[in-house]
């Protein structure tokens, strides 16, 4: 089955970095990719949509400049945060659909998840 | 917008004995529907949909979803629960199903504790 690879799978670092996820499909190819963010307890909020060799689309609410978005190849987005601070200490989980198929059987398909990241910003 | 709810943070059952988790969706036009099941600090892995067709859909691990479009629900089901089903699981509907690229949105999840 379609695999999403993510990593690293755990971050701890100092308030003040700049911290770099990476999100590949392994197995097939996708021009666009989501990025999630989810606290303890709660739902999955959509960030952003990477989009292969455009800019992403952002989510009201989510600064640009503070979540940098990369997606350079038809297999890999990342997804920087900048200056980071313990408030965006969370869950962050990119998403990838097989673009390879056709925009009506794209649709109807899954949204494939890497495993996550979680960020701890001391 | 698209939307769905899920209406209960969480739901217990004993094992051996039949699970529903609830589902319902606010769509504009017809609904794309998934349900996905997340473990602890895991991502999320897919269980089931509903594009079109039969309502009643099987898919991973025994579950089974039906989808009833005059009570705009969506809600996932098991006959015989197992303690490894205890997990946290969401509804999804795709926004705009009609364009390619665009993302799933989620409802705010359910617990279930299945104890043995």
């Known amino acids: 089955g379609a695999v999403v690879s993510q990593h690293p799978s755990w971050v701890i670092c100092k308030s003040g970095t700049s911290v770099k996820i990476e999100c590949r499909s392994l197995d097939f190819q996708a021009t666009t990719m989501f990025w999630y963010r989810q606290f303890p307890k709660q739902s999955l909020m959509l960030m952003a949509t990477s989009n292969e060799g455009s800019k992403a689309t952002y989510e009201q609410g989510v600064e640009k400049d503070k979540f940098l978005i990369n997606h350079a190849s038809l297999t890999l987005s990342t997804l920087t945060v900048t200056s980071a601070h313990p408030e965006d200490s969370s869950f962050y989980i990119c998403?990838?659909?097989?673009?390879?198929?056709?925009?009506?059987?794209?649709?109807?398909?899954?949204?494939?998840f890497g495993d996550g990241t979680r960020l701890s910003i001391l | 917008a698209q939307s769905v709810a899920q209406p209960e943070d969480q739901v217990n059952v004993a094992e051996g004995n039949p699970l529903t988790v609830k589902c319902t969706y606010s769509?504009?036009?017809?609904?794309?529907l998934f349900w996905y099941v997340q473990y602890p600090n895991r991502g999320l892995q897919f269980l089931l949909k509903?594009?079109?067709?039969?309502?009643l859909v099987k898919g991973s691990y025994g579950f089974e979803a039906e989808f009833n479009k005059s009570q705009t629900s969506f809600h996932l089901k098991k006959p015989s629960a197992l303690v490894s089903d205890s997990a946290l699981y969401f509804c999804?509907?795709?926004?705009?199903?009609?364009?390619?690229?665009?993302?799933?949105?989620f409802g705010k999840g359910t617990t279930l504790s299945v104890s043995s």
């Open positions: 509903y594009i079109t067709g039969d309502n």
């Open positions: 998403s990838a659909r097989d673009s390879s198929l056709s925009w009506g059987r794209e649709a109807s398909q899954p949204q494939h």
């Open positions: 769509v504009s036009g017809n609904p794309y």
């Open positions: 999804a509907v795709r926004d705009i199903p009609s364009e390619a690229g665009t993302a799933l949105i």
